[in-house]
Nanobody, 127 residues
Framework: QVQLVESGGGPVQGGGSLRLSCSAS????????IGWFRQVPGKEREFVTT????????YYADSVKGRFTISRDNAKNTVFLQMNSLRPEDTAVYYC????????????????????WGQGTQVTVSS
């Protein structure tokens, strides 16, 4: 079955960096759009970024643009999220998600558009 496993979260001071990984198994990785979302208690899951199956198309939420970078290694079935200049407001549980779909010019930014989810990894940014 499809499995997504996030790793790389943890505590970090404001201004610092973290690199999250999302390792996938049980799927043909090269046909899947991958997204990152985050969630804090009491709030809806928030879109962070998404990457097309080839890695050629990327879209970021305004809140992370210029600070976060998504990439993927299709040979290793892994997507990365490099997070720089972290702020306390970036504190959340970060989830990766996958959907076997991509249409040129369309970016999947809603959680309902994704079929599979990881268990999440906590990122805590202190001020």
């Amino acid at each position: 079955q499809v499995q997504l496993v996030e790793s790389g979260g943890g505590p970090v001071q404001g201004g610092g960096s973290l690199r999250l990984s999302c390792s996938a198994s049980g799927l043909t990785f090269t046909v899947y759009t991958i997204g990152w979302f985050r969630q804090v208690p009491g709030k809806e899951r928030e879109f962070v970024t998404t990457i097309s199956p080839s890695g050629g198309r990327i879209y970021y939420a305004d809140s992370v643009k210029g600070r976060f970078t998504i990439s993927r290694d299709n040979a290793k079935n892994t997507v990365f999220l490099q997070m720089n200049s972290l702020r306390p407001e970036d504190t959340a549980v970060y989830y990766c998600a996958a959907v076997p779909r991509y249409y040129s010019g369309i970016y999947y930014t809603r959680s309902s558009e994704y079929d599979y989810w990881g268990q999440g990894t906590q990122v805590t940014v202190s001020s």
